[in-house]
């Protein structure tokens, strides 16, 4: 039987001192309500940690079972991530997303990608480039309104980053996308495919290694927002290690490397939407967002910023609520303000998600 549950604490962003009540349907009540039980009484409550570039169902060793997906799940939530934009995984989800236990799950379907153009197992290769947009309409169908492509992977051929697909099919596509309700984002690591993927309006790039300060620009003025997953970019001099029978390749992505932060601050700065990622699944492990938002404060966000982009704002861009009368009850309370330290986030007091507590 659920049970209603009332906490107090400093709710941020708004900062203000505030008394939550959640019923035992598990969403956040207007009002008091009589006898529910407390939780907490002091604390920072801030709205439910977003992950917005995840891939649960995609392990080291490839596609996992629905069992690993489902603690890979589990792991995030009790790290305070509650809400998780999938951004491409090979495994069907679905099942987990019925689960009230779990994170909510936004899934982007598959990643598309040209053969031998990205990683062996988790992508649709397309043999025909001009296939785009015709998969691009069945992914926007199969998900919940992402659909990911890959923009740029090294080719053997030329040895170093390149776009996979023209500019016109880009558009092409993303026209579908649009028209279909749907919502595009794209892997890129360099430069050489951001124009075309930009000018297509396209809605998020993934990564963004290599923006210039004209397609910093550009994505400012369209909206087009970005998430670094700065975690992730700290594997590229191991990358580049690994790649020395490309040197051109080895040689750009430590370049890329170490300009990541000042791309990322420079972005913040011309008005670019920034959010949280940590492209959990393969060579990350889970749960480990309060290390991205510790990253984005590094690269210059501010501390509001930085949190802001991994609990309200990005779940305004998502569409999800926040903790407010009638929404899911789902926050997370810590001892400590967290934008005054950071790694607060990593020790979270309180999770509660669907007005269940889980207390770690």
Partial sequence: MSTAYRLRGVLLPEERDTELWIGADGRVSAEPIPGAST???????????????????????????????ASDAETSRDAGTLLIRDCGSPLDTRPLQERDDLPTIIRAGRHLARPKRYISGLSIDLDD????????????ADGDGWVKLVGDW???????????????????????????????????????????????????????????????????????????????????????????KYPIYAA???????????????????????FAGTDAGGGIAHGRLADEVVALRAAGLSPSAALGAASWAARDWLGHPRPVPGAPADLVVY?????????????PELVVLNGQPFRV
């Fill in 252 to 274: 750009h992505m430590r370049e890329l490397y170490a300009g990541a932060h000042d791309v990322v601050r420079r972005a913040a700065e011309a008005g670019v939407q920034v």
């Fill in 129 to 140: 480039p001009s296939a785009l947009p015709d998969e691009v309409a069945r992914q926007a």
């Fill in 154 to 244: 090294i080719d053997r051929g030329e040895g170093d980053l390149a776009p996979l697909w023209s500019d016109e099919i880009l558009a092409e596509a993303i026209d579908v996308a649009h028209a279909a309700g749907a919502r595009v984002t794209a892997h890129v690591f360099g430069t050489n495919a951001l124009p075309g993927l930009i000018r297509a309006g396209i809605d998020c790039i993934e990564h963004g290694t290599g923006l210039t300060d004209e397609l910093i620009g550009e994505m400012a003025e369209r909206g087009t927002a970005l998430v670094p997953t700065l975690i992730n970019v700290e594997n590229f001099p191991g990358i580049a290690d690994s790649a020395a």
């Fill in 39 to 69: 939780l907490a009484d002091q604390g920072w409550i801030v709205p439910g940690l977003v992950d917005a570039h995840c891939h649960i169902g995609f392990g080291p060793h490839g596609v996992t079972t629905l069992d690993q997906a």
């Fill in 335 to 347: 001892r400590d303000d967290p934008r005054a330290d950071m790694t607060v986030l990593r020790e």
